[in-house]
């Protein structure tokens, strides 16, 4: 899992609104403006670990088939970390940090 990411700039968390395949996420991602930073979306989920009861959240990386999905399930908190290649209902959060222009 990369674990470098922007070093400036909100996070910010977004549904999806439709089921998506694995390979449409960086395209769901560039339509929001932003760049993934794993470590601090694992972040949020460690220092709030309720946050993913009501926002089940997820991040793919490396050739878009592993991934870590944060939810509640069956009443309990999960973190599953997973390597295949299966689409994205809607409603899952995913998140990155603004993409910085390059102009001034």
Same mark, same amino acid.
């Given at each position: ?56 959240? &997820?991040?793919? *990386?490396? +050739?878009?088939?592993?991934? $870590?999905?944060? @939810?509640?399930? #069956? ?9 295949? &290649?299966?689409? *994205?209902? +809607?409603?899952?959060?995913? $998140?990155?940090? @603004?993409?910085? #222009?390059?102009?001034?």
């Amino acid at each position: 899992m990369p674990m470098d990411g922007p070093e400036e700039g909100d996070l910010v968390f977004f549904p999806l609104e439709r089921n998506t395949p694995v390979a449409d996420i960086s395209r769901a991602l560039d339509e929001q403006g932003l760049i993934p930073d794993y470590a601090a979306q694992m972040q949020v989920n460690a220092d709030d670990p309720a946050f993913a009861d009501e926002h089940p959240n &997820g991040m793919q *990386w490396g +050739g878009k088939n592993s991934y $870590a999905y944060f @939810r509640r399930h #069956s009443g309990e908190r999960e973190v599953l970390v997973i390597r295949r &290649g299966y689409g *994205w209902r +809607g409603g899952i959060w995913f $998140a990155g940090r @603004r993409k910085v #222009s390059s102009q001034s």
